[in-house]
């Protein structure tokens, strides 16, 4: 993988790779100052798609799943990260109570505002239609900004993919004799941990918060960052960790508005659908294997 990972780069590769990396770096911080900064920081996410197109290609290294292959990978790695998440949470509810705290005030006050400039009006009052209209059209347009900036946040595991390449390619150069031996697993441990860390300060580059908050929030994060990192090695499928970072997202913010335990209730949909996908993996592996012994 390592070898396929780090294998010649273009120019333009090698730009884009620096671009939604360090130039993403900057535009972070700059985004807690400017209105602008923030827009290019979209700009940027949506066109990560394209770069991680030919770096997903690197990743699986040619491997070819079957569609039921993927869902069950899918659903796999998405049931992992509730799991891992859910942990993770409730380490940072005791050891970082000031961030928990304030996360939990920053959700309520978040949806309060949401839901005030939303609310209908007494029953007693007769709301015109057009009125009710653009009530729903408002909510709409509230609630799908910020399920549209979780899309694009499952494009960071584009710039999570990037940063390891990067920090590869590095290794390659300072530490030949170490990479031409074989002995890479230390050094793909490291850009591991390295974007994790990453992961962990770029959330909390555009706040100004107390310093309690901000080491609760840069754990909190890097933990889930690594819990993501373990999941793109482990698939070695860039889209399927996309697709869980944007899925994990997109319902926490159901879960804001809507219904509060939704992630849970998801997971256990999923869960025995993805033990009925194993075992139909399972027979056939089973009936492969009778074919051959015949």
Known sequence: MTTNLTASLSKKLLFGLLTITIGVEVILYLSGYSQLAGTIYDAIMVSSFFIGLKLHRRLSNGIKKTKLQHIQQFIGAFLLFILGSTVINIYSSYAFQDFSNDYEQYVEDYTE????????????????????MWEVINEIDRVGYDIFTD?????????????IILILLVFKKVFPKRWESGRRDGFVLIAL???SVL?????TLSSIQSW????????????MGLLFGFILL???NLWVTVL??????????LSWYYVEFILEITALILLPIYLILMAIGNQKVKRSKGLVKL
């Open 199 to 203: 992961f962990g300060i770029d959330h």
């Open 193 to 195: 941990f390295v974007t």
């Open 151 to 163: 899309i694009l946040a499952g494009l960071e595991e584009v710039w999570r993919l990037a940063y």
């Open 244 to 253: 869980v970072h944007s899925v994990y997202d997109i319902l926490a913010t």
């Open 113 to 132: 505002v949401v839901s005030a400039e939303n609310e209908i009006a007494e029953p007693s009052e007769s709301i015109e239609p057009v009125e009710k």
């Open 234 to 236: 482990w698939t070695r």
């Open 212 to 223: 309690q908050y901000e080491i609760g929030a840069m754990v909190t994060f890097a933990n």
